[in-house]
């Protein structure tokens, strides 16, 4: 489980932070070579992986994966 930022693709805009009820991000110091600040994770043990943050991206640079892929050869196990 994890949340990637593509920090080419950031502007910057603060809405992931602001949607983010649990403060996982914030608009950190670095800026990406458009010369926006980008975002960054602050917290991400406080993350519920509810992808508020992805789906309120109007650029798409965020990426929340939420579960493990299970291999196919597990999944027929699993049958
Ligand atoms: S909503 Fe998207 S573009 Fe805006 S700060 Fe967050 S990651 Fe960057
Ligand atoms: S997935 Fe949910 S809790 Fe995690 S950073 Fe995004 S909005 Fe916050």
């Avoid at 932070?17 to 406080?46: M, P, S, T, W």
Wanted: charged share 35%; aromatic share 8%.
């Amino acid at each position: 489980m994890a949340v990637y930022i593509e920090e080419r693709l950031c502007k910057g805009c603060g809405l992931c932070v602001r949607f983010c009820k649990h403060d996982v991000l914030r608009i950190g110091d670095r800026r990406n070579v458009k010369g926006y600040n980008v975002v960054e994770i602050a917290q991400l043990d406080r993350c519920k992986y509810c992808k508020l943050c992805e789906m309120n991206c109007p650029d798409f640079a965020l990426y929340v994966e939420a579960e493990k892929k299970t291999k196919p050869k597990e999944k027929q196990k699993a049958k």
